[in-house]
């Protein structure tokens, strides 16, 4: 973001519980998972924990903070032990452009909504009314990219599932609750794990933060690194429901949302819990994941990096998945080349083929002055300044803080793509990852601005996807 990067990043430090516990993350072989697991608990007694995460033999272990490092020398001296990482913090940016505001003016001008913590998940209601979105004219990205001539093809299949992976959704707000993902192998409220997948009564996706399945959007304090409904206004981006007579519309009115939350109203995550949300999304039908988060670099202390975000983007590639991702908003405001950058935007910059990396313009066809770019390793350009959507507590807004902050941000251009990704997807059910993603690139808008700039040289064309 320009003003206010909601943007998230892998904050380059171990995770520390206060000052008691570190955790870290251990990928082991398979045959010796059980014995490491054994032999951590015999370490010191009932001082640490191990969970094995389900994914590529990764365990995350939490430890007392004064034995870290004893810790984890002697695991790397155990038998199958393969990598060691800290489970790396992940956190809302920094918000450049506020720091220099008062905090009581950013109050006076962004009161919090006044609703309940997690609220109950509303029933299916997938007619909600009918009629023209009466808040569309405010969305100039929608318009500036064609959907509405798309739209003449395909609104979307509710077959399609985006996993808006993020800080929550407002699940209750009225453009965004009829096109919730519903698992229909999971009965509500039964306290039972119907469909045997390891978490109950997930019948809109999970919340990896506290644990339950309410991934509601809290709204947190942004003086304190909180959340001010970031997933909220990236899931209408993607799919706000269209045509019923309300609010906005998604590129992708038609398809379903599911929502995982691994960000908190504190604006606080970790990589382990990243992991989990994207394995859900992939082992829970999510053809195609919104990831508007990332980091500058990777940490230089660590030889590995965070080898285990880049295995879990590889399994999602493997089941054939488009994993779309923000860019990066630059450093205190101005975007760089993330080619040429010793700290590149992450995990956008990932070498995975089924990364589709996003950049952000606004309406006069300029990159954001915030936004990365990368002539090899940025895809392609969409919507990212000043965009209007949903917000937490049933509203919409291009405004983070009335008259402050504009809702900018590589962020916001990312779910655009998602969406578009979502449309072809419904026009093309058999089409391969790699099908959709070159559609997407091979329809995009030349423009001189991004020519030597994007791999595409252009910016997201919903209309000549769709009629091509």
Same mark, same amino acid.
């Given at each position: 973001?320009?003003?206010?990067?909601?943007?998230?990043?892998?904050?380059?430090?171990?995770?520390?519980?206060?000052?008691?516990?570190?955790?870290?993350?251990?990928?082991?072989?398979?045959?010796?998972?059980?014995?490491? /697991?054994?032999?951590?608990?015999?370490?010191? *007694?009932? +001082?640490?924990?191990? %969970? =094995?995460?389900?994914? @590529?033999? !990764?365990?995350?272990?939490?430890?007392?903070?004064?034995?870290?490092?004893?810790?984890?020398?002697?695991?790397?001296?155990?038998?199958?032990?393969?990598?060691?990482?800290?489970?790396?913090?992940?956190?809302?940016?920094?918000?450049?452009?506020?720091?220099?505001?008062?905090?009581?003016?950013?109050?006076?001008?962004?009161?919090?909504?006044?609703?309940?913590?997690?609220?109950?998940?509303?029933?299916?209601?997938?007619?909600?009314?009918?009629?023209?979105?009466?808040?569309?004219?405010?969305?100039?990205?929608?318009?500036?990219?064609?959907?509405?001539?798309?739209?003449?093809?395909?609104?979307?299949?509710?077959? /399609?599932?985006?996993?808006?992976?993020?800080? *929550?959704? +407002?699940?209750?707000? %009225? =453009?965004?609750?009829? @096109?919730? !993902?519903?698992?229909?192998?999971?009965?509500?409220?039964?306290?039972?794990?119907?469909?045997?997948?390891?978490?109950?009564?997930?019948?809109?996706?999970?919340?990896?933060?506290?644990?339950?399945?309410?991934?509601?959007?809290?709204?947190?304090?942004?003086?304190?690194?909180?959340?001010?409904?970031?997933?909220?206004?990236?899931?209408?981006?993607?799919?706000?429901?269209?045509?019923?007579?309300?609010?906005?519309?998604?590129?992708?009115?038609?398809?379903?949302?599911?929502?995982?939350?691994?960000?908190?109203?504190?604006?606080?995550?970790?990589?382990?819990?990243?992991?989990?949300?994207?394995?859900?999304?992939?082992?829970?039908?999510?053809?195609?994941?919104?990831?508007?988060?990332?980091?500058?670099?990777?940490?230089?202390?660590?030889?590995?990096?965070?080898?285990?975000?880049?295995?879990?983007?590889?399994?999602?590639?493997?089941?054939?998945?488009?994993?779309?991702?923000?860019?990066?908003?630059?450093?205190?405001?101005?975007?760089?080349?993330?080619?040429?950058?010793?700290?590149?935007?992450?995990?956008?910059?990932?070498?995975?083929?089924?990364?589709?990396?996003?950049?952000?313009?606004?309406?006069?066809?300029?990159?954001?002055?915030?936004?990365?770019?990368?002539?090899?390793?940025?895809?392609?350009?969409?919507?990212?300044?000043?965009?209007?959507?949903?917000?937490?507590?049933?509203?919409?807004?291009?405004?983070?803080?009335?008259?402050?902050?504009?809702?900018?941000?590589?962020?916001?251009?990312?779910?655009?793509?998602?969406?578009?990704?979502?449309?072809?997807?419904?026009?093309?059910?058999?089409?391969?990852?790699?099908?959709?993603?070159?559609?997407?690139?091979?329809?995009?808008?030349?423009?001189?601005?991004?020519?030597?700039?994007?791999?595409?040289?252009?910016?997201?064309?919903?209309?000549?996807?769709?009629?091509?």
């Amino acid at each position: 973001m320009k003003l206010l990067t909601i943007l998230l990043s892998i904050f380059l430090c171990q995770v520390s519980w206060g000052s008691s516990f570190t955790e870290f993350l251990v990928k082991v072989t398979p045959e010796f998972k059980t014995s490491i /697991i054994n032999q951590v608990h015999s370490l010191n *007694g009932e +001082d640490q924990s191990v %969970e =094995d995460l389900g994914f @590529n033999d !990764w365990l995350l272990i939490k430890v007392p903070a004064d034995q870290a490092s004893n810790y984890m020398s002697q695991m790397r001296t155990l038998s199958g032990v393969k990598e060691i990482q800290p489970n790396y913090r992940i956190k809302l940016y920094d918000l450049p452009g506020l720091k220099n505001i008062d905090s009581t003016t950013i109050s006076k001008n962004n009161s919090k909504p006044k609703i309940a913590d997690n609220p109950n998940i509303p029933a299916e209601n997938p007619k909600s009314g009918s009629g023209t979105d009466p808040l569309f004219k405010r969305q100039w990205g929608m318009n500036d990219i064609g959907v509405q001539d798309a739209w003449n093809d395909t609104r979307g299949n509710e077959d /399609i599932i985006v996993a808006v992976i993020d800080t *929550g959704v +407002d699940y209750t707000h %009225e =453009d965004i609750a009829p @096109n919730l !993902w519903r698992n229909t192998q999971e009965i509500a409220n039964n306290g039972i794990d119907d469909d045997n997948n390891g978490f109950i009564d997930d019948v809109i996706g999970w919340d990896f933060v506290d644990n339950d399945n309410k991934p509601f959007d809290l709204p947190g304090d942004i003086f304190k690194g909180g959340n001010p409904g970031h997933g909220t206004h990236c899931a209408g981006n993607v799919a706000a429901r269209g045509e019923n007579g309300k609010g906005i519309s998604g590129v992708a009115p038609n398809v379903k949302i599911m929502v995982l939350r691994f960000i908190s109203d504190q604006g606080q995550g970790t990589t382990a819990d990243a992991i989990k949300a994207i394995k859900y999304a992939v082992d829970n039908g999510a053809q195609i994941s919104s990831n508007s988060w990332g980091s500058e670099g990777e940490d230089p202390s660590e030889k590995e990096g965070n080898q285990a975000l880049r295995d879990i983007i590889t399994y999602s590639e493997q089941m054939g998945r488009l994993f779309i991702a923000a860019a990066g908003n630059g450093h205190q405001g101005a975007g760089y080349d993330n080619d040429k950058d010793s700290n590149p935007g992450f995990p956008a910059s990932y070498k995975h083929d089924s990364i589709i990396s996003v950049a952000a313009i606004d309406i006069n066809d300029q990159l954001g002055s915030f936004s990365n770019w990368g002539r090899t390793s940025v895809d392609i350009a969409a919507p990212g300044v000043k965009v209007f959507s949903t917000t937490v507590g049933g509203k919409y807004s291009d405004q983070v803080v009335p008259f402050l902050a504009n809702w900018d941000g590589t962020s916001m251009a990312t779910p655009h793509v998602a969406g578009a990704a979502a449309l072809y997807w419904s026009k093309h059910p058999n089409a391969s990852w790699q099908e959709v993603k070159s559609a997407i690139l091979s329809s995009a808008a030349k423009l001189s601005s991004l020519s030597k700039k994007l791999v595409s040289g252009g910016k997201l064309d919903v209309k000549a996807l769709i009629n091509q």
